[in-house]
T-cell receptor, first 112, second 115 residues
Framework: DAKTTQPPSMDCAEGRAANLPCNHS???????VYWYRQIHSQGPQYIIH???NNETNEMASLIITEDRKSSTLILPHATLRDTAVYYC?????????????FGQGTELSVKP | DAGVTQSPTHLIKTRGQQVTLRCSPK?????VSWYQQALGQGPQFIFQ???????QRGNFPDRFSGHQFPNYSSELNVNALLLGDSALYLC??????????????FGPGTRLLVL
């Protein structure tokens, strides 16, 4: 079973920041938080991952709370092309092998 | 830089048949993982291959088998197809590095329909 909880759906206005929450209260010390997104009928696209510090790349920012029990993915200026299902995954891909456990994700709709 | 590629893109089979799906990893990657995604669900891990051996396996029956070749490409074989095997089959590649997280990058998938 997935170790994360996400809202099933969210809306965001084009050009505004999209903030996608994720709860992972049972995360263990070596587990990272990964975010992927999947645009309809395509393969999942890697976005970002982090352990305990906040992370930023060209796609998004990842904010992890100090107790590591929750995180937020931020798309700073959402566009229509960001409409997708966003998956938050907790995993230790080094020590636990290559198993990503996907939940249901959050369906983000970016509206004009 | 070529990403992960999969073939074929679509496939139609009938119950009881066998199917082989193929995956070429991203350049520089040596590890291949396979996932099954049923309609409306998140992907489910089938197994992972590294150094031509199955490294880890998910909760899938023995009808699902795989292979990794010396050039790191991989095949997924499914025998005795069932209607429930209809799904998008995803391949993901990564690089095994000591002490580092092996971030996985996915291909576009093969959509299998079993009639």
């Amino acid at each position: 079973d997935a170790k994360t909880t996400q809202p099933p759906s969210m809306d965001c206005a084009e050009g505004r920041a999209a903030n996608l929450p994720c709860n992972h209260s049972t995360i263990s010390g070596n587990e990272y938080v990964y975010w992927y997104r999947q645009i309809h009928s395509q393969g999942p696209q890697y976005i970002i991952h982090g352990l305990k510090n906040n992370e930023t790349n060209e796609m998004a920012s990842l904010i992890i709370t100090e107790d590591r029990k929750s995180s937020t993915l931020i798309l700073p200026h959402a566009t229509l092309r960001d409409t997708a299902v966003y998956y938050c995954i907790v995993s230790d891909l080094y020590n636990q092998g290559g198993k990503l456990i996907f939940g249901q994700g959050t369906e983000l709709s970016v509206k004009p | 830089d070529a990403g992960v590629t999969q073939s074929p893109t679509h496939l139609i089979k009938t119950r009881g048949q066998q199917v082989t799906l193929r995956c070429s990893p991203k350049s520089g990657h040596d590890t291949v993982s396979w996932y099954q995604q049923a309609l409306g669900q998140g992907p489910q891990f089938i197994f992972q291959y590294y150094e031509e051996e199955e490294r880890q396996r998910g909760n899938f029956p023995d009808r699902f088998s795989g292979h990794q070749f010396p050039n790191y490409s991989s095949e997924l074989n499914v025998n005795a197809l069932l209607l429930g095997d209809s799904a998008l089959y995803l391949c993901a590649s990564s690089l095994a590095e000591t002490g580092r997280q092996e971030t996985q990058y996915f291909g576009p998938g093969t959509r299998l329909l079993v009639l």
